[in-house]
């Protein structure tokens, strides 16, 4: 379980990439008897993601682990026409896209009709899009996935009910299985229900840390305080809890940027 699996680059909150190991038991928490998404045998995965991006984790391994079978998206370039037909031509059942991805998607009213499950995430997911989705295919199942490369992928997820107020935010949900989060403040302490605090990630899919960058891995994937012998991934990300217990993402503790996802 402890071995190395593989090293992926990310930029992550520096901007610089750096190589997360990620380790065995890190994928198996994320595919194997988890409580987000539903696998079967029967299922039709759609791999289009980049292998070197951490959602391929997901798409691969998720179908392996369970008996299911994975369609590879047949062109160099990903298109929504080329994603549509894809999906409906070979049944695919569960899908993963980008956020922005699933905005221009919904926005060209391409067709959902033969996926049963599709994630979301990489960035804050539109409400307006979701709602739009969920108009014209009342029977699918939307989620928004949220997690660090430095967590195996998910950490959080937040399957959104079928009658959602397209007003509010889309929560970024709770912990997946064998995970915790904790909400802490500048002193390491748990803030109280309604309050900013920085995302603290611990559990099975917290990574080994940064290949060859023994200081920035120390600043970065702590001790926990909490549970003795665990380790914690400190994101960067702020957010709170709502009233249900479902947490928020409320933006970075720095001044980092997204351009184009």
Not at 28 to 34: E, K, Q
Not at 164 to 184: A, C, E, K, M, W
Not at 238 to 252: A, C, Q, S, V
């Amino acid at each position: 379980p402890r071995h190395l699996a593989y090293i992926i680059y990310t930029s992550g909150s520096t901007g610089t990439p750096k190589g997360v190991m990620v380790e065995h038991r890190g994928v198996v928490r994320l595919v194997a008897g988890n409580d987000f998404v539903e696998i079967s045998p029967r299922d039709v995965f759609l791999n289009a993601s980049s292998p070197t991006f951490d959602a391929t984790t997901f798409e691969v391994w998720g179908a392996l682990a369970n008996g299911a079978s994975i369609v590879l998206y047949p062109e160099r370039h990903l298109s929504t026409a080329t994603l549509a037909q894809t999906i409906q031509d070979q049944g695919v059942t569960i899908a993963w896209m980008t956020a922005r991805l699933f905005d221009v998607y919904v926005g060209e009213e391409r067709s959902t009709d033969r996926l049963q499950q599709l994630l979301v995430g990489g960035e804050e997911v539109s409400a307006a899009s979701i709602r739009a989705c969920q108009k014209r295919h009342p029977t699918l199942r939307v989620s928004n996935g949220y997690g660090p490369t430095e967590n195996t992928t998910f950490s959080l997820c937040y399957s959104v009910p079928a009658v959602f107020d397209s007003r509010q935010r889309v929560p970024l949900g709770r912990p997946i299985r064998n995970t915790v989060v904790y909400l802490l403040d500048g002193h390491g302490q748990p803030v109280p229900l309604g309050a900013v605090g920085e995302l603290y990630i611990g559990g099975a899919g917290v990574a080994r840390g940064y290949l060859n960058r023994p200081e920035l891995t120390a600043e970065r994937f702590i001790a926990s305080s909490f549970v003795e012998g665990d380790r914690l991934y400190r994101s960067g990300d702020l957010g709170r809890y709502l009233p249900d217990g479902n947490l928020e993402f409320l933006g970075r503790n720095d001044e980092q940027v997204k351009i184009r996802g």
